[in-house]
């Protein structure tokens, strides 16, 4: 048995706001068992109550090639998992009073080439900037490391008009969280890795979880960082992500931060949900800002993949579980996902070390829906 796993194997039951619901471990065991034999997941899993774990597991190797196993210092790229930290830095910062998210972002960075575009928008994906991949991607340097500099940069030129005016629709953007981590940085007057360390991880006590400034694999020097594959089904091997020769990119869209540059581990993440509940790190109004939904302009909902949006997070109903605020997170060699039942204060996260396909199958909150 491994050693990751800190409870019996058992059906175990729970009793919030007079509602009795249950949790059997062994059948979240079975699936991820099976989706590990399948290739279909390599990492670890964690299933908190009231911060108390209930069930942990590790599945295969940190380093495929080393044999290495998981262990509670094991560190993963947590990619668009990150987007709710440079969110909740963006929350700090009004915190402060440095800054309004209903405040236009030239207010702050007054090169910004999209007058109308609001802090708020760029965190809700509501801003209509151009779409990156179809508009931006042939025209970058590939023989260079692209990053937030060279994105903002490309938008100063007038080339790229907006797609919509801001707030009419939503549409996923990377670039949108970059601007917001050079917004971070322009306001605080540190960079973005020592901000969030300052103002986020230290106070939450996540002492192994670090903002980078970039993405490939390679430049990071976290240590304990496991190493990140794919899934090859011609060769039924298991291939170093940034090796593969279609995952090229990995290289010249290195230096992006912001939008996925977060490396952390499953315990610091429990201390971030802990956090949050606790309401020091971030007051409790503006946790409640972060996981409220986001009205369009035509008083419809931000909807993204049968959910509505907040600021960074997605946000549904449950009929068992009530509330649920989660994000998942992809890219080469990663995959993420955070899940947060706040009226139940159930927690339940999943770090990989491997790219999975269509990822969203794989979801123990729908596991633990059926056992109810």
Same mark, same amino acid.
């Given at each position: 048995?491994?050693?990751?796993?800190?409870?019996?194997?058992?059906?175990?039951?729970?009793?919030?706001?007079?509602?009795?619901?249950?949790?059997?471990?062994?059948?979240?065991?079975?699936?991820?068992?099976?989706?590990?034999?399948?290739?279909?997941?390599?990492?670890?899993?964690?299933?908190?109550?009231?911060?108390?774990?209930?069930?942990?597991?590790?599945?295969?190797?940190?380093?495929?090639?080393?044999?290495?196993?998981?262990?509670?210092?094991?560190?993963?790229?947590?990619?668009?998992?990150?987007?709710?930290?440079? =969110?909740? #830095?963006?929350?700090?910062?009004?915190?402060? !009073? &440095?800054?309004? +998210?209903?405040?236009? %972002?030239?207010?702050?960075?007054?090169?910004?080439?999209?007058?109308?575009?609001?802090?708020?928008?760029?965190?809700?994906?509501?801003?209509?900037?151009?779409?990156?991949?179809?508009?931006?991607?042939?025209?970058?340097?590939?023989?260079?490391?692209?990053?937030?500099?060279?994105?903002?940069?490309?938008?100063?030129?007038?080339?790229?008009?907006?797609?919509?005016?801001?707030?009419?629709?939503?549409?996923?953007?990377?670039?949108?969280?970059?601007?917001?981590?050079?917004?971070?940085?322009?306001?605080?007057?540190?960079?973005?890795?020592?901000?969030?360390?300052?103002?986020?991880?230290?106070?939450?006590?996540?002492?192994?979880?670090?903002?980078?400034?970039?993405?490939?694999?390679?430049?990071?020097?976290?240590?304990?960082? =496991?190493? #990140?594959?794919?899934?090859?089904?011609?060769? !039924? &091997?298991?291939? +170093?992500?940034?090796? %593969?020769?279609?995952?090229?990119?990995?290289?010249?869209?290195?230096?992006?931060?912001?939008?996925?540059?977060?490396?952390?581990?499953?315990?610091?993440?429990?201390?971030?949900?802990?956090?949050?509940?606790?309401?020091?790190?971030?007051?409790?109004?503006?946790?409640?800002?972060?996981?409220?939904?986001?009205?369009?302009?035509?008083?419809?909902?931000?909807?993204?993949?049968?959910?509505?949006?907040?600021?960074?997070?997605?946000?549904?109903?449950?009929?068992?579980?009530?509330?649920?605020?989660?994000?998942?997170?992809?890219?080469?060699?990663?995959?993420?996902?955070?899940?947060?039942?706040?009226?139940?204060?159930?927690?339940?996260?999943?770090?990989?070390?491997?790219?999975?396909?269509?990822?969203?199958?794989?979801?123990?909150?729908?596991?633990?829906?059926?056992?109810?």
């Amino acid at each position: 048995m491994n050693k990751f796993l800190l409870v019996l194997l058992a059906s175990l039951s729970f009793l919030s706001h007079g509602q009795e619901f249950k949790i059997d471990t062994s059948k979240v065991d079975q699936l991820l068992r099976a989706s590990h034999s399948k290739n279909r997941f390599n990492g670890m899993a964690l299933i908190a109550y009231k911060n108390r774990v209930v069930f942990q597991q590790a599945y295969g190797y940190s380093n495929i090639e080393n044999q290495s196993t998981f262990t509670d210092s094991t560190k993963f790229q947590i990619a668009s998992l990150s987007k709710q930290f440079t =969110s909740f #830095g963006i929350l700090i910062l009004e915190q402060e !009073n &440095k800054l309004r +998210i209903d405040e236009v %972002v030239a207010v702050y960075l007054p090169d910004f080439p999209y007058a109308n575009i609001k802090i708020r928008h760029l965190m809700s994906h509501t801003s209509g900037l151009p779409n990156f991949v179809n508009t931006m991607w042939k025209d970058l340097d590939t023989t260079i490391v692209n990053g937030n500099k060279e994105m903002i940069n490309m938008l100063k030129s007038g080339k790229y008009p907006l797609q919509w005016e801001p707030g009419d629709k939503f549409e996923y953007s990377d670039i949108g969280y970059c601007v917001l981590a050079t917004l971070i940085e322009k306001v605080s007057g540190i960079n973005f890795k020592d901000f969030m360390a300052k103002k986020l991880f230290e106070p939450a006590n996540m002492k192994n979880t670090s903002a980078e400034f970039v993405t490939d694999h390679r430049l990071i020097k976290a240590s304990n960082l =496991s190493m #990140g594959y794919v899934y090859d089904s011609t060769s !039924n &091997k298991m291939e +170093i992500a940034y090796n %593969v020769p279609t995952n090229n990119f990995v290289s010249w869209l290195g230096g992006f931060y912001g939008d996925g540059s977060v490396v952390s581990t499953i315990g610091d993440l429990l201390k971030w949900d802990k956090a949050l509940y606790e309401g020091k790190v971030i007051k409790p109004e503006n946790i409640e800002k972060a996981m409220s939904v986001t009205v369009l302009n035509n008083g419809s909902n931000a909807e993204a993949w049968g959910a509505s949006y907040g600021l960074g997070w997605l946000l549904y109903d449950s009929s068992n579980f009530g509330k649920v605020q989660t994000h998942s997170g992809g890219q080469p060699g990663y995959s993420s996902r955070l899940t947060r039942c706040p009226d139940k204060q159930l927690t339940i996260i999943l770090l990989s070390n491997m790219s999975i396909p269509e990822f969203w199958k794989l979801n123990l909150l729908n596991e633990l829906e059926r056992q109810q």
